[in-house]
C-alpha cells in the first residue's frame, strides 16, 4: 500500500488539527465555537477515523484486509457506544451498569484484538521459537505492569455489585490484553518498530492510560469531565486511523540472532517481573500482577532451556555439515580422514580395515555429454548403490569430484576381493554410455600404519589399475577402428603403423611421460580414419587433386575426430587427430592453428606422416629416397613443421633402429 497520500493525508490532518482544538478547548485553555467543538463532534471525529481504517480494509492489499476490517469493526463498535453514551446516558443521574454502552466498549476489544493478531500474522513470516518466547516474556511483563499499576486498585476502591465490578475491571483487562499484543509483536520482530505497530502501540497506550485513570479517578469519586487524560480516548483514534495509512514494510523473514537487543530486552522485562514480584513480597502486589511476573520470568527461564537446544542443534548440524558431502549425503573427506585415524587406532593383523579408492571412468564423457544436472544426478544414484553394497561392511565417502571411497571391515576377506565388490556399485550403463570405475585397495594395518600411508599407497595403486584398464579399453577402440579403416582403404593399413612407430619414437626422444607417448602413437595410427568417409575416386585418384576435391579431403580430420571422441578411452586423442595437418605457421587446416596453440602430439603427427608421404609410393608419384625426405623436412622446419620436433625426428632416425622400426 502507497504512503497515505491525497484526501487520506488532508483528512488526517484536519482531524488531528480538530483533536487539538477539541481538547485545549475541553480543558478551559482557548475558547472555541460548540457546535464544532463540543460532545457531538467528538463522535463525528470518531466515525471519520473509522471510515479511515474500513476504508483501508477494503481498498489495502489482500494480506492485510482482514486485519484492517476488524480493528475498523472494533473502532466502530466503541464509537457506537460512545453515541449511546453522549446521547442517551450522559445527562442521565442514575446508570445502570452494564449499559449498552459498555457492550459497545468491550465487545470492541476482541475485535481490536483480532485484527492487532492478524496484522502480525500479515506481517511476519518464520518467526522462531525463541522469538515466541521473547513476546510472550514481553506481552506477560507488559500485562503485569498493567495489572499492578490499576488492576489491583480498581479491584480494591470499586464498589457495588458483581456486574458492576465485573464491568469496570473489564476496561483495564481488555487494554492489558491489547498492550500485551503490540509488545509481544515487537518482540517478535526483534524489537524493531516500523511507523504502523509505532501508531497502533501509542494508540494502545493512550486508551490504557484514559481508561485506567478514569476508572481510578471514578472509583475513588475525585473523576471530574474535561480531565486532561480524555483526551487519550480521541488520540488513541487518530493514531490508530493514521497507522492504518502509514507506510508499510512487506512481509519479512524473522530469524533469530544477530541483534543485541534480543537479548537485553527479554532481561530488561524480567528484571521488571523481578521488580514487581519484590514489590509484592514487600508490599502486597495484587496476586493478577505476581501471577503474571511470575510467568513472565518462566518465560524468559523457557527462553534460556530453548536458545541452549537450538545452539546444541545448531552445533550438531554444523558438525554434520562439515563432515557430509552435500551432494550424495556420504562422508567426505574430513569425515574419512577422522575415521580412518580412529580405525588405525584399534586395527589389528587379526581385526583389519580395508581402505579402497575409486574413481569413475568415463564419468566425464557422460558430464559433457548429458549436462552437469544429469552428472549430479547419477554421482547421487552411484554413491547410494556404494553406500547400500557395503552397509554393515563400513562407510562409504565421497573425496569430491568423481572420487569415492569406502572404509571396510576386513576381516575373512582380502583388500582387492572388497574392492571389486564395491566397485561394481559403482557402474552405469545406458545407450551411448558406460561408467565404470577403478579402485585401489589397502589392508590396515598391515600394509600401512598411518592414514598419510594408507591413502597414499591406496591412491597409488588406483591410478596403476586405472592405466591397465585404459590402455586395455583403449587398445580395444583403436584397433576396432583401425579395422574398420583397413577394410575400407586396405593400403592405409601400412602407412598408419609405419607413422605410429615414428611417432612414438620421437615423442619418447622429446622425453614425454608414457601416457603422452601412448596417446601420440594412437593418434598417429587413427589420423587417417576420417578417410572412411572420403570417396573412392578422391582416394584413389591418380592424378593431383582439383580444389574442390581439396576442400572434401580436409574434411577427414574433422570426421576422423568425431569418430575417435566417439570412444570415451579414446577423449584425449581426439584433439590430436583433428590438429593433424595444422601448419606451425598457421596455414594449415582445419582450425589455422599456429606454433604453440597446436598440441605437441599433433605436431609430432604431422612431421612423422609428411615423412611417410614423401617416402611413399603414390599412385601418381613415387617415393623420394629417405635422405632427400630429411631434407625437405628440415627445409619446412618454422614453417609448415615445429622445427624442434624435426630436430628430434632427424635425431631418432639417425639412431640405430630406428628405420628399421619403421620398415617392420
Given at each position: 500500500?502507497?504512503?497515505?497520500?491525497g484526501?487520506?493525508?488532508?483528512?488526517?490532518?484536519?482531524?488531528a488539527?480538530w483533536?487539538?482544538?477539541?481538547?485545549l478547548?475541553?480543558?478551559?485553555?482557548?475558547?472555541?465555537?460548540d457546535p464544532?467543538?463540543?460532545k457531538?463532534?467528538?463522535q463525528?471525529?470518531?466515525?471519520?477515523?473509522t471510515?479511515?481504517?474500513?476504508?483501508r480494509?477494503?481498498?489495502?492489499e489482500?494480506?492485510?484486509r482482514r486485519?484492517?476490517?476488524?480493528?475498523?469493526?472494533?473502532?466502530?463498535?466503541?464509537?457506537a457506544?460512545?453515541?449511546?453514551w453522549?446521547l442517551?446516558?450522559?445527562?442521565?443521574?442514575?446508570?445502570?451498569i452494564?449499559?449498552?454502552?459498555?457492550?459497545?466498549?468491550l465487545?470492541?476489544?476482541?475485535?481490536?484484538?483480532?485484527?492487532l493478531?492478524?496484522?502480525?500474522?500479515?506481517?511476519l513470516?518464520g518467526?522462531?521459537?525463541?522469538?515466541?518466547?521473547?513476546?510472550a516474556?514481553?506481552?506477560?511483563?507488559a500485562?503485569?505492569?498493567?495489572a499492578?499499576?490499576?488492576v489491583?486498585?480498581?479491584?480494591r476502591?470499586?464498589t457495588g455489585?458483581?456486574?458492576?465490578?465485573?464491568?469496570n475491571?473489564?476496561?483495564p483487562?481488555?487494554?492489558l490484553?491489547l498492550?500485551?499484543?503490540?509488545?509481544?509483536?515487537?518482540?517478535?520482530?526483534?524489537w524493531?518498530?516500523?511507523?504502523?505497530?509505532l501508531?497502533?502501540?501509542l494508540?494502545?497506550?493512550a486508551?490504557?492510560v484514559?481508561?485506567?485513570?478514569?476508572?481510578?479517578?471514578n472509583?475513588?469519586?475525585?473523576?471530574?469531565?474535561g480531565?486532561?487524560?480524555?483526551?487519550?480516548?480521541?488520540?488513541?483514534?487518530?493514531?490508530?486511523?493514521?497507522?492504518?495509512?502509514a507506510?508499510?514494510?512487506?512481509?519479512?523473514?524473522v530469524?533469530?540472532?544477530?541483534?543485541?537487543?534480543?537479548?537485553?530486552?527479554p532481561?530488561?522485562?524480567a528484571?521488571?517481573?523481578?521488580?514487581?514480584?519484590?514489590?509484592?513480597?514487600m508490599?502486597?502486589v495484587n496476586?493478577l500482577?505476581a501471577?503474571?511476573a511470575?510467568?513472565?520470568v518462566l518465560a524468559?527461564?523457557g527462553?534460556?532451556?530453548?536458545?541452549?537446544r537450538?545452539?546444541t542443534?545448531?552445533?550438531t548440524?554444523?558438525?554434520?555439515?562439515?563432515?557430509?558431502?552435500t551432494?550424495?549425503g556420504?562422508g567426505n573427506?574430513?569425515?574419512l580422514?577422522?575415521?580412518?585415524?580412529?580405525?588405525?587406532?584399534?586395527?589389528?593383523a587379526a581385526?583389519?580395515?580395508?581402505?579402497?579408492?575409486?574413481?569413475l571412468d568415463?564419468?566425464?564423457?557422460?558430464?559433457?555429454?548429458?549436462?552437469?544436472p544429469?552428472g549430479?544426478?547419477?554421482?547421487?544414484r552411484?554413491?547410494s548403490?556404494l553406500e547400500?553394497?557395503?552397509?554393515?561392511?563400513?562407510?562409504?565417502?565421497r573425496m569430491?569430484?568423481?572420487?569415492f571411497?569406502?572404509?571396510?571391515d576386513?576381516r575373512?576377506?582380502d583388500?582387492t576381493?572388497?574392492?571389486?565388490?564395491?566397485?561394481r556399485?559403482l557402474?552405469?550403463?545406458?545407450?551411448?554410455?558406460?561408467?565404470?570405475c577403478?579402485?585401489?585397495a589397502v589392508?590396515?594395518?598391515?600394509?600401512a600404519?598411518?592414514s598419510?600411508?594408507?591413502?597414499?599407497?591406496?591412491?597409488q595403486r588406483?591410478?596403476?589399475?586405472?592405466?591397465?584398464?585404459?590402455?586395455?579399453?583403449?587398445r580395444?577402440?583403436?584397433?576396432?577402428?583401425?579395422?574398420?579403416?583397413a577394410?575400407r582403404s586396405?593400403?592405409?593399413?601400412?602407412?598408419?603403423h609405419?607413422v605410429?612407430?615414428?611417432?612414438?619414437?620421437?615423442?619418447?626422444?622429446?622425453?614425454?611421460?608414457?601416457?603422452e607417448?601412448?596417446?601420440?602413437h594412437?593418434?598417429?595410427?587413427?589420423?587417417?580414419v576420417?578417410?572412411?568417409?572420403?570417396?573412392?575416386d578422391?582416394?584413389?585418384?591418380?592424378?593431383?587433386?582439383?580444389d574442390?576435391?581439396?576442400?572434401?579431403m580436409?574434411?577427414?580430420?574433422l570426421?576422423g575426430?568425431?569418430?575417435v571422441?566417439?570412444?570415451?578411452a579414446?577423449?584425449?586423442?581426439a584433439p590430436?587427430v583433428?590438429?593433424?595437418?595444422?601448419?606451425?605457421?598457421?596455414?594449415?587446416?582445419?582450425d589455422?592453428?599456429a606454433?604453440e596453440?597446436?598440441?605437441?602430439?599433433a605436431?609430432?603427427?604431422?612431421v612423422?606422416d609428411?615423412f611417410d608421404?614423401?617416402?611413399?609410393d603414390r599412385?601418381?608419384?613415387?617415393g623420394?629416397?629417405?635422405?632427400?625426405?630429411?631434407?625437405?623436412?628440415?627445409?619446412?622446419?618454422?614453417t609448415?613443421?615445429d622445427?624442434e620436433?624435426?630436430?628430434?625426428?632427424?635425431?631418432?632416425?639417425?639412431?640405430?633402429?630406428?628405420?628399421a622400426?619403421?620398415?617392420?
Amino acid at each position: 500500500m502507497r504512503n497515505a497520500t491525497g484526501w487520506v493525508s488532508w483528512a488526517l490532518a484536519a482531524l488531528a488539527v480538530w483533536v487539538l482544538g477539541f481538547e485545549l478547548h475541553n480543558a478551559g485553555a482557548v475558547t472555541l465555537p460548540d457546535p464544532l467543538f463540543g460532545k457531538l463532534p467528538s463522535q463525528v471525529m470518531q466515525i471519520a477515523c473509522t471510515a479511515l481504517l474500513l476504508t483501508r480494509g477494503f481498498a489495502g492489499e489482500r494480506r492485510e484486509r482482514r486485519a484492517w476490517l476488524a480493528i475498523g469493526a472494533g473502532m466502530a463498535l466503541w464509537t457506537a457506544g460512545d453515541l449511546y453514551w453522549t446521547l442517551i446516558l450522559y445527562d442521565l443521574e442514575e446508570i445502570t451498569i452494564p449499559s449498552p454502552a459498555d457492550f459497545g466498549y468491550l465487545l470492541a476489544v476482541p475485535c481490536l484484538f483480532s485484527g492487532l493478531v492478524l496484522l502480525a500474522r500479515a506481517r511476519l513470516r518464520g518467526v522462531p521459537r525463541t522469538l515466541w518466547l521473547d513476546g510472550a516474556v514481553a506481552a506477560l511483563a507488559a500485562g503485569a505492569v498493567s495489572a499492578a499499576a490499576v488492576v489491583g486498585r480498581v479491584t480494591r476502591d470499586v464498589t457495588g455489585t458483581a456486574p458492576e465490578v465485573l464491568t469496570n475491571l473489564a476496561y483495564p483487562v481488555g487494554d492489558l490484553a491489547l498492550l500485551a499484543v503490540v509488545v509481544g509483536t515487537v518482540a517478535l520482530a526483534r524489537w524493531r518498530l516500523d511507523r504502523t505497530w509505532l501508531l497502533l502501540g501509542l494508540g494502545v497506550l493512550a486508551f490504557w492510560v484514559a481508561d485506567s485513570l478514569y476508572l481510578v479517578t471514578n472509583a475513588n469519586g475525585t473523576y471530574d469531565s474535561g480531565s486532561w487524560f480524555d483526551a487519550g480516548w480521541n488520540l488513541a483514534y487518530l493514531l490508530w486511523a493514521a497507522a492504518a495509512w502509514a507506510p508499510q514494510r512487506a512481509a519479512a523473514e524473522v530469524t533469530d540472532g544477530g541483534d543485541l537487543r534480543v537479548v537485553v530486552m527479554p532481561l530488561l522485562f524480567a528484571l521488571v517481573s523481578l521488580g514487581l514480584l519484590s514489590g509484592a513480597a514487600m508490599s502486597g502486589v495484587n496476586p493478577l500482577a505476581a501471577i503474571l511476573a511470575t510467568a513472565s520470568v518462566l518465560a524468559v527461564f523457557g527462553r534460556l532451556v530453548l536458545a541452549y537446544r537450538l545452539n546444541t542443534d545448531l552445533l550438531t548440524a554444523s558438525r554434520h555439515d562439515a563432515l557430509t558431502d552435500t551432494l550424495t549425503g556420504l562422508g567426505n573427506r574430513r569425515r574419512l580422514t577422522r575415521d580412518l585415524e580412529a580405525g588405525l587406532a584399534q586395527a589389528t593383523a587379526a581385526d583389519p580395515l580395508v581402505l579402497v579408492l575409486f574413481d569413475l571412468d568415463g564419468f566425464k564423457h557422460y558430464n559433457d555429454t548429458y549436462g552437469h544436472p544429469a552428472g549430479d544426478a547419477l554421482l547421487i544414484r552411484l554413491g547410494s548403490a556404494l553406500e547400500a553394497v557395503i552397509a554393515g561392511r563400513g562407510r562409504a565417502y565421497r573425496m569430491g569430484g568423481d572420487e569415492f571411497c569406502a572404509l571396510l571391515d576386513g576381516r575373512g576377506d582380502d583388500a582387492t576381493r572388497l574392492g571389486r565388490l564395491a566397485a561394481r556399485a559403482l557402474q552405469a550403463h545406458g545407450e551411448g554410455f558406460t561408467v565404470g570405475c577403478s579402485f585401489g585397495a589397502v589392508e590396515l594395518p598391515i600394509e600401512a600404519a598411518t592414514s598419510e600411508d594408507a591413502l597414499r599407497i591406496a591412491d597409488q595403486r588406483m591410478y596403476a589399475h586405472k592405466r591397465g584398464s585404459r590402455v586395455s579399453v583403449e587398445r580395444q577402440s583403436t584397433d576396432v577402428l583401425l579395422r574398420v579403416l583397413a577394410e575400407r582403404s586396405p593400403d592405409l593399413e601400412g602407412h598408419t603403423h609405419q607413422v605410429a612407430a615414428l611417432a612414438a619414437a620421437v615423442a619418447e626422444r622429446l622425453g614425454l611421460p608414457a601416457d603422452e607417448v601412448r596417446d601420440v602413437h594412437s593418434a598417429a595410427e587413427l589420423h587417417d580414419v576420417g578417410k572412411v568417409a572420403i570417396p573412392d575416386d578422391i582416394l584413389a585418384k591418380p592424378s593431383a587433386l582439383d580444389d574442390e576435391e581439396w576442400e572434401f579431403m580436409r574434411r577427414h580430420t574433422l570426421i576422423g575426430a568425431r569418430i575417435v571422441a566417439a570412444a570415451p578411452a579414446l577423449d584425449r586423442v581426439a584433439p590430436l587427430v583433428r590438429s593433424s595437418h595444422e601448419r606451425w605457421d598457421g596455414g594449415g587446416y582445419p582450425d589455422g592453428l599456429a606454433g604453440e596453440q597446436i598440441p605437441l602430439g599433433a605436431r609430432i603427427v604431422a612431421v612423422c606422416d609428411a615423412f611417410d608421404a614423401m617416402t611413399s609410393d603414390r599412385p601418381y608419384s613415387p617415393g623420394m629416397p629417405p635422405t632427400d625426405a630429411l631434407t625437405e623436412l628440415r627445409r619446412c622446419a618454422g614453417t609448415q613443421f615445429d622445427p624442434e620436433v624435426v630436430d628430434a625426428f632427424v635425431v631418432a632416425w639417425a639412431q640405430a633402429g630406428l628405420s628399421a622400426r619403421a620398415a617392420a
